[in-house]
Structures are given as C-alpha cells and as structure tokens.
C-alpha cells in the first residue's frame, strides 16, 4: 500500500506560479513511475505530466514549457513546478503511483489507469 498526499495548492492569478508537492509513504517510493492529473469543474480526468523511476519525464504538449515535474527519492516526494497559469488550469490535481519494473513509452503513464494509487487531491484555481 502506498499512501501520497499532495499540497501546496490554492488560489494564485493568472500568469503566476505554483508549486505542488506530492508526499509518499509505505513502499519503496523509487520503485514507482508518478504521474500528475487534474481535473476541471465539469470535465474527464486529464494527464498532466510524469516522472518515470529513472527520472524521465513526460509531459501533455499544452504544459510542455510551462509545468516541470521533479522528484526526490530521499525525501519520497514529486513535485510540480507550474508557471505561467491560466483560468484553464484551474482544477484539482491528483498525485497518482505506478508500480513499474522498467521505463515505458509516454502512452504508458498518460494513461490514467496504469496507476496503482492516487492521492486525495489539491484544489487549484487561477483568477483573472
């Protein structure tokens, strides 16, 4: 069982920056490939971006330049770096778990339901 719990969501206008954070525990984090999602007010749940167990990472081409994914095995935890936000990045982002023995190709880990685990979520929205 792995348990992720994401923070540092919240409300920032548009063209600022946030960065989410995605703490793991209960199996060995760098085993798992991890995966960013959101989610907007009415609408499917949508790849973001994700980071494989050997650091590589994919991205949505509409955030490729603007959202930059990281890990730190050490301290368990992915991060989101996201800059430049618009109102269309307003949702709320889900930290997600794949248990992986070798890398893939993107496709792979867009795929919502290769993903073992999911955190609880984090509201953001970006204001005009």
């Known amino acids: 069982q792995v348990q992720l719990v994401e923070s540092g969501g919240g409300l920032v206008q548009a063209g600022g920056s946030l960065r989410l954070s995605c703490a793991a525990s209960?199996?060995?984090?760098?085993?798992?490939?991890m995966g960013w999602f959101r989610q907007a007010p009415g609408k499917g749940r949508e790849f973001v971006a994700a980071?494989?167990?050997?650091?590589?990472?994919f991205y949505t081409d509409s955030m490729k330049g603007r959202f930059t994914i990281s890990r730190d095995n050490a301290q368990n935890t992915v991060y989101l770096q996201m800059n430049s936000l618009t109102r269309e990045d307003t949702a709320v982002y889900y930290c997600a778990a794949s248990y992986t023995r070798r890398d893939y190709s993107g496709n792979y880990y867009s795929d919502s339901r290769k993903y073992d685990y999911w955190g609880q979520g984090t509201q953001v929205t970006v204001s005009s």
């Open positions: 980071i494989t167990s050997s650091g590589g990472t």
């Open positions: 209960g199996r060995t984090f760098s085993n798992y490939a």
